[in-house]
């Protein structure tokens, strides 16, 4: 069993950087893909990135890639979303997902936090 937990969210200006923090307990974090994804108000969750356990692969949604950054340290049992150039339309709740199938699809994430709220102010 793996409990996520995010944290990092805030209010911040367009232009801005957020940096969210997934804290993920059980000794079988190294071995898992984690992935963010996101939902804003009366829209589907959508994938924003994902990083497999070897911190070698990793992938983005296209409306994040350039401005956002997945990362993971093993050691801490941590994954990281640097967000750097946020804009209005990245307001949503964050969500980070464990997986443990390489390059998973939404359905092959098990574990799930409970969400961080991100709002971006025009």
């Known amino acids: 069993q793996v409990q996520l937990v995010e944290s990092g969210g805030g209010l911040v200006q367009a232009g801005g950087s957020l940096r969210l923090s997934c804290a993920a307990s059980?000794?079988?974090?190294?071995?898992?893909?984690m992935g963010w994804f996101r939902q804003a108000p009366d829209k589907a969750r959508e994938f924003v990135a994902a990083?497999?356990?070897?911190?070698?692969?990793?992938w983005y949604a296209d409306s994040v890639k350039g401005r956002f950054f997945i990362s993971r340290d093993n050691a801490k049992n941590t994954a990281y979303l640097q967000m750097n150039s946020l804009k209005p339309e990245d307001t949503a709740v964050y969500y980070c997902?464990?997986?443990?199938?390489?390059?998973?699809?939404?359905?092959?994430?098990?574990?799930w936090g409970q969400g961080t709220q991100v709002t971006v102010s025009s």
């Open positions: 059980g000794r079988t974090f190294s071995s898992y893909t």
């Open positions: 997902a464990g997986s443990q199938v390489l390059q998973p699809d939404v359905s092959q994430y098990v574990y």
């Open positions: 990083i497999a356990w070897n911190v070698v692969n990793t």
